[in-house]
């Protein structure tokens, strides 16, 4: 009988992971620490919505510095595109293999999504923070010292739940929204290096 015993007790152990602390760092030094990060990625599922259209989509984004290498890709062959834009640049590959360049890829862009997505802010929200370059209107934190909500421009941006990646917790579950247009992230995997 102990010895059944010790064997259940391994097997619970053995099923067992930690996880990271939910958050204790004070949200000044989070935001900066992960503000710093510059290479990353994840994996996850995109739904938007305009006042007119909406899609969905599968996503991988990958982030490398100020360059963002983004693939969508529509279910059952829809289509997609692969954008990478650095800095100012923006380079759009439509799943019928055409490539634009600058103000055609924004136009592109546009044409496909149905909106502009904030690029360069977006790679900050992604990770749980506000873009450094501009001013936050409102930053909303929940009890773990996580950002629950942030207005940052004209865009409203809410985490609805937190994912452990190594000793970080990212956001899983990101909304965001200006006037009509909602857009909804579910992230299934972050990589962290």
């Not at 059944?4 to 097997?11: E, G, K, N, T, V």
Request: proline fraction near 7%.
């Amino acid at each position: 009988m102990r010895a059944l015993f010790a064997w259940s007790a391994l097997l619970m152990l053995a099923g067992c992971h930690v996880l990271p602390p939910v958050a204790t760092t004070p949200w000044p030094v989070r935001r900066a620490s992960l503000q710093a990060i510059e290479t990353y990625g994840f994996t996850g599922q995109l739904a938007a919505a305009t006042a007119s259209d909406g899609f969905s989509a599968s996503l991988r984004w990958q982030q490398q510095g100020p360059s963002s290498d983004v693939l969508l890709r529509a279910p059952l062959g829809v289509g997609g595109a692969h954008l990478v834009y650095s800095g100012s640049v923006l380079r759009v590959t439509a799943s019928d293999g055409s490539q634009l360049e600058g103000e055609a890829a924004r136009g592109e862009l546009v044409r496909l999504l149905g909106f502009e997505p904030p690029l360069a802010s977006l790679r900050y929200w992604l990770l749980g923070v506000p873009a450094p370059a501009d001013p936050a209107a409102v930053e909303t934190l929940d009890a773990s010292q996580r950002l629950a909500r942030l207005q940052q421009g004209d865009w409203q941006v809410e985490y609805g739940e937190y994912l452990a990646s190594g000793t970080n917790w990212l956001p899983r579950r990101v909304s965001i929204q200006r006037g009509a247009l909602r857009l909804k992230l579910r992230v299934s995997s972050w990589q962290l290096p």
